[in-house]
């Protein structure tokens, strides 16, 4: 079987994420970021791979992550099961066969579940969903980030889409990083449906309602505008084209929420195009 560009991904990356130093109390707060993880094919993107892998050696490594994906929409609010070795949610299709036996084995994440719940507020309940594990907007780009599935992770649901309630969430799993756990909200800058021709093209060119939305989001970032951010819906270019659903935008209320200061300075870290949709990523203190 000839080598994949995950293999020789993890041919580099494996040595500099074993020497990795790992968050020890006393260290600065992790940040709170957004990323685009855009699809199973991520992983045989090399650019992508690397951007996200190097993103992942800006910080120490983690005491475990908590990841708020655009692909578990539940309420009430959940968790993933936070057993060692929970099978991955391949919740993609179409793809080569080969990204359907894909594993990310990570370590028993109890203690961040009991951390977790311990941030909720006293009037909502956190269910576990102990038959749910990873799925693809969490374990594709955390397989780029830490290749040795060695950081405890789970996904807590996404159970609404107003962006008031998300911020909310968010500010409740705030106190977290300040103890060594890195909170993501993992979605898609843009995430309108290309073209079955664009899917099947590695170079597809953005239109016109990527870019324009893609501007769109960059400049109240930068302004720290949330409540623009708020009114995406009604506001922002290139909609409904860039989300005919929303739910890849909004887990950018997760981070923001997270955010020591939701209106504070944005560091882009990713940004460029994938089959037409904007990859931007970004964090915050």
Do not use: C
């Not at 159970?159 to 909310?168: A, K």
């Not at 093209?201 to 109240?220: H, I, K, N, Y």
């Amino acid at each position: 079987m000839s080598m994949t560009v995950l293999d020789r991904h993890e041919i580099s990356s494996v040595p500099r994420s074993a020497a990795q130093p790992r968050w020890q109390d006393g260290d600065a707060p992790l940040p709170s970021i957004y990323l685009s993880h855009g699809y199973p094919g991520l992983l045989d993107d090399a650019l992508w791979l690397s951007e996200l892998f190097e993103w992942a050696m800006t910080m120490p490594k983690p005491r475990g992550v908590v990841v708020v994906s655009a692909h578990w929409e539940n309420a009430p609010t959940s968790i993933t099961s936070p057993t060692a070795n929970t099978p991955l949610v391949y919740d993609f299709g179409g793809f080569e066969q080969r990204f359907y036996e894909l594993i990310y084995p990570t370590p028993d994440a109890s203690t961040l579940g009991a951390r977790i719940a311990a941030m909720m507020p006293d009037s909502e309940s956190l269910h576990v969903d102990h038959n749910r594990g990873l799925d693809h907007g969490a374990w594709v780009p955390l397989r780029a980030m830490y290749p040795l599935a060695d950081v405890p992770a789970l996904q807590v649901s996404m159970p609404t889409h107003s962006p008031e309630r998300l911020m909310d969430l968010g500010r409740h799993l705030r106190q977290l990083r300040q103890e060594g756990y890195l909170v993501i909200g993992s979605g898609f800058m843009t995430h309108g449906m290309p073209s079955r021709q664009l899917l099947l093209g590695t170079t597809a060119q953005p239109e016109s309602w990527s870019v324009d939305f893609d501007s769109w989001a960059a400049q109240l970032l930068a302004d720290g505008d949330v409540a623009g951010l708020s009114r995406f819906r009604t506001d922002a270019p290139g909609m409904p084209h860039a989300h005919p659903t929303v739910e890849h935008f909004t887990p950018l209320f997760i981070t923001l929420g997270a955010a020591d200061d939701p209106e504070g300075p944005v560091k882009t870290t990713v940004e460029g195009y994938k089959i037409g949709l904007s990859k931007r990523s970004f964090q915050l203190a």
